[in-house]
């Protein structure tokens, strides 16, 4: 039998089979479990038509999404000393980061983007959660700043748009030094006049909600959002108390607050557009000015 298993079987299998169709047509939504057509999926840039859960979107298709005909220029962040401090756990922190530029094809847990959104000039820096879950180390940090300056640079507005799981543990006290760091980023676009705008996108939490992403002159959230700083079971044996159902949610956030806006991904440009349209000087101002 074993000429059947080896040599008969493989060559039907090659010729039922078909090299033209793609392994992954479907996606299951994380929320309801639809099944979604992943060129649909794609094209409503990651959010489900059923229940209107909204799925991590990689910084790329979240530039073409916001940006005018999605168009837009990368800001390059450099390279740095990748493991300053030879860290670690079950594994090396050197090899960690190996296996996440492997998997996901970017260098690091940023990107930063520049471009305009309503005619208005805008500098974006987005986190890709799919590396070392949006983790904040020195190269995020680096990218807060690098966008911070493009900004003031350009005189455009700063957008940040977190989603992470806090401070990167393996850069140890190098990964706390960015809270104030990024906090000083956006002072200075400040100081120039310029808006800043944050969209928290689940989830937010840790020490970048202790930092730059909870200080936006204005926060937009995406439906659904978990946005805090420790995770609800923390809280709930910290304070001994049973927290609602919708606790740190963006919603739950809104009502009391925290969120001046919960706005759904096909919404968001032309929102963030118009805020642009009332926090931004005239082009015209800016040439003479």
């Known amino acids: 039998m074993n000429w059947i298993t080896n040599s008969v079987l493989p060559k039907i299998k090659a010729w039922v ?3 033209d169709v793609p392994e992954n047509l479907w996606v299951k939504c994380a929320s309801c479990n ?39 220029e990368n800001i390059e ?33 940023i990107a930063v983007a520049a471009g305009t959104i309503g005619g208005h000039p805008a ?3 987005a986190f890709d959660f799919r ?32 989603s992470t799981g806090g401070a990167r543990m393996q850069e140890g006290v190098l990964s706390l030094m960015q809270l104030p760091r990024t906090i000083a980023a956006v002072e200075q676009v400040r100081d120039a006049g310029l808006p800043y705008l944050v969209l928290l996108v689940h989830p937010t939490t840790g ?3 202790a930092s730059f992403a909870m200080l936006g002159d ?31 949610t963006a919603e739950y956030l809104m009502e009391h607050g925290m969120v001046d806006a919960v706005v759904p991904r096909p919404k968001q440009a032309d929102y963030i557009g118009r805020l642009l349209s009332f926090l931004m000087v005239p082009s015209e101002a800016r040439k003479t000015g």
Do not use: W
Request: with cysteine.
């Open 17 to 19: 089979q078909s090299d």
């Open 34 to 72: 639809q099944m979604i057509f992943h060129r649909e999926f794609e094209q409503a840039y990651h959010c489900c038509a059923t229940c209107g859960h909204h799925a991590p979107l990689p910084p790329t298709q979240r530039f073409e999404m916001l940006f005018d005909n999605k168009a837009f």
């Open 77 to 109: 962040l450099g390279k740095i000393d990748d493991d300053p401090l030879k860290f670690r756990d079950s594994k090396k922190y050197a090899d960690r980061l190996k296996e996440s530029r492997s998997k996901t094809g970017v260098d690091d847990a």
């Open 123 to 125: 500098v974006m820096a």
């Open 131 to 162: 590396f070392m879950g949006g983790s904040m180390g020195r190269m995020v940090g680096n990218g807060i700043v690098a966008a911070a300056k493009a900004a003031r640079d350009r005189k455009a507005a700063l957008i940040t748009v977190p």
């Open 207 to 209: 020490g970048v909600t």
């Open 218 to 248: 204005i926060q937009i959230a995406e439906p659904g959002a978990i946005i805090g700083f420790a995770g609800r079971r923390v809280i709930e044996e910290t304070v001994r108390e049973k927290l609602p159902d919708d606790f740190q």
